[in-house]
């Protein structure tokens, strides 16, 4: 029993234990990639199970990751591609606030980004919301402060340091407590300003 199965993932044991097999199968995505049946399901679970659950994975989203055989391993991947999501969402919003700070259209930052190594279409999806002012929850910034929390508590867990995820969870909180917990995360550029 590694680390990480402290707290929060000693409960795929307990489930184990109790229900038998299952598959452990968070998904990655927003409201509407959801509707849209986009999804990305991340999958762990004995290999037997596969073709009785893809079918349903199959209905929900665009692709599904098997992660290993180890119901819990869905969910560890889960907190890092949040970690990541974060992160983006926190450096261009952030990169707007500075940008309009020095008296730079911040519209320049996409502009230069666009097509070369460093874009990203997310963060020009989020980045153009937050210049137009749309901060219309596709996930609230108090949810992304709860995953926050909990990636922190993970990182923590497995001796990682934190550091960037703490820094973007205190800049959320900033946000929220200024009335945007309810919009959508890309509001934490209001805890930059």
């Known amino acids: 029993m ?11 044991d307990r489930l184990a234990k109790q229900y038998g097999r299952f598959v452990d199968a968070p998904v990655l995505g ?3 990639p959801a509707e849209n049946g986009q999804l990305l399901v ?4 004995p290999t037997e199970l596969k073709s009785r659950v893809q079918p349903i994975f199959d209905a929900i989203g665009q692709r599904t990751v098997w992660v290993s ?6 969910s560890k991947l889960k907190l890092v591609l949040n970690s990541w999501v974060l992160s983006v ?3 261009t919003a952030q990169s707007i606030a500075f940008a309009e700070s020095l008296g730079i259209d911040p519209a320049l930052f996409f502009e230069s980004i666009a097509g070369g190594a460093t874009d990203s279409p997310y963060a020009q999806i989020k980045g153009k919301a937050v210049l137009a002012g749309n901060f219309e929850p ?10 926050a929390g909990l990636i922190i508590e993970a990182m923590e867990a497995v001796s990682t340091n934190p550091t960037v995820v703490k820094a973007i969870h205190d ?6 407590e200024r009335g945007h917990g309810d919009s959508d995360m890309s509001a934490i550029y209001h805890g930059f300003r």
Do not use: I, M
Not at 2 to 12: D, K, L, S, Y
Not at 69 to 74: E, L, R, T, Y
Not at 171 to 176: D, F, G, I, N, P
């Open 69 to 74: 055989d180890k119901p819990g391993d869905a």
């Open 42 to 45: 991340l999958a762990s679970g």
């Open 89 to 91: 969402v926190a450096g």
């Open 171 to 176: 800049v959320l909180a900033q946000a929220s």
């Open 138 to 147: 596709s996930f609230a910034l108090d949810g992304a402060s709860k995953d």
């Open 2 to 12: 590694g680390a990480v199965q402290h707290g929060r993932f000693e409960a795929t």
């Open 30 to 32: 927003t409201k509407q």
